[in-house]
C-alpha cells in the first residue's frame, strides 16, 4: 500500500532557504515528495544529459508524470506525431522506470469527434510506457455518451482518465491577482472520480486560503483510501494559485490519508527549510 504526491514543479523560491544548484534542487524536493509533474517537457523537450540529471536526482521509485510536448498534442493534435514521439521518449530514457506515466494533456477544442486521432495514438504508444489522458472538453463531462465513448477509447489500450479537479478554486469569486489568473488559466469542468486502472492520478487544485484548501480536498482523502483498500497505487498532485505552500500540503494531504489507513507507508523525512514556514 503506497500513496504517491506531489505537485506541478519540483523548484520553488518558497520551498528552499538557500539557492540550489540546478542539479541539487530536484534532490532537494524528492525529500519532500514522492511525485513530480513534468510539466517543463510540455514547452520544450530537454537534452538527454538533463534528463540524466533528473534521474541521478531521483530514487528508482520516484514517480514523474511526464507531459507529452505541445507539437504532438496541441499543434498535430495527435497525427502524423510519430517521428516527435520518438524524438522525446529517447530524451527521456534515462529515467527508466521513473516515469510513472506519459501524461497525454489535450486541448479544450479536442472534443468527442476527435476520439478516433485519440484512438489510433494510444494504439501506437510503446508498451512499455503507462498512458495518462487528460481532457478538457466539456462535452466530455456533460455528455454521457461522449463520457462512456473516451472511455471505452481509454480502456481499450489500459489508459488512464486523468480528471484535473478545480471545483474548489471556482466554488468562489477570486480574490488574488493569483486567484484571478488561475481562473483564466484553468479548466472549470465538473470533478470526477473514478478510475480506470491500477494507477490512478489526481491533480487537485486549491485556492490561497490553506484551510479552503484542505475542506475542498475531503472528497479525494475518502476516494484515495478506497482506491488504496481496492489495492490501486494512486498519485495525487496538489496545485494552489501560486504553488508556495503546495509541496507542504502535499505531504499534508498524505498525512491525512494514513491518519485514515495507518498501514500506509509513511513519506520519509523532508530535508529542512528553515526559515521558511509551510503553515
Not at 506541478?8 to 519532500?32: G, K, N, S, V
Not at 478554486?169 to 479548466?187: Q, Y
Not at 488504496?228 to 505531504?251: C, Q, Y
Not at 500506509?264 to 514556514?277: D, G, N, V
Amino acid at each position: 500500500m503506497r500513496l504517491h504526491v506531489g505537485c506541478a514543479m519540483w523548484t520553488h523560491a518558497a520551498w528552499q532557504d538557500r539557492q540550489l544548484a540546478p542539479d541539487e534542487r530536484l534532490r532537494f524536493y524528492a525529500t519532500w515528495c514522492n511525485a513530480v509533474e513534468g510539466n517543463t517537457t510540455f514547452y520544450a523537450t530537454p537534452s538527454r544529459s538533463t534528463v540524466e540529471s533528473w534521474a541521478k536526482q531521483s530514487d528508482p521509485e520516484f514517480r514523474f508524470v511526464i507531459k507529452l510536448p505541445r507539437p504532438i498534442t496541441h499543434e498535430r493534435r495527435l497525427i502524423g506525431a510519430d517521428e516527435e514521439l520518438r524524438s522525446f521518449l529517447t530524451s527521456m530514457q534515462p529515467l527508466g522506470e521513473r516515469i510513472h506515466a506519459l501524461w497525454v494533456q489535450l486541448p479544450g477544442s479536442f472534443g468527442p469527434t476527435d476520439l478516433g486521432a485519440l484512438a489510433s495514438f494510444l494504439r501506437r504508444m510503446p508498451d512499455a510506457y503507462r498512458t495518462a489522458v487528460e481532457v478538457r472538453h466539456p462535452a466530455f463531462f456533460a455528455d454521457e455518451q461522449a463520457g462512456r465513448q473516451l472511455e471505452y477509447v481509454l480502456s481499450r489500450v489500459g489508459a488512464e482518465w486523468i480528471p484535473f479537479d478545480t471545483t474548489v478554486l471556482f466554488d468562489a469569486a477570486p480574490v488574488s491577482a493569483g486567484e484571478r489568473e488561475a481562473w483564466r488559466k484553468k479548466p472549470r469542468v465538473p470533478r470526477r472520480m473514478r478510475a480506470m486502472t491500477e494507477y490512478p492520478i489526481v491533480r487537485y487544485h486549491g485556492r490561497d486560503d490553506l484551510e479552503q484548501t484542505v475542506d475542498g480536498w475531503q472528497p479525494w482523502i475518502a476516494t484515495v483510501c478506497d482506491w488504496l483498500r481496492e489495492g490501486r497505487s494512486p498519485t495525487v498532485f496538489i496545485h494552489t494559485p501560486d504553488n508556495a505552500a503546495a509541496v507542504g500540503l502535499a505531504r499534508r494531504f498524505h498525512d491525512e490519508v494514513r491518519a485514515r489507513l495507518p498501514e500506509l507507508e509513511p513519506l520519509p523525512a523532508p530535508t529542512p527549510t528553515e526559515p521558511m514556514t509551510l503553515f
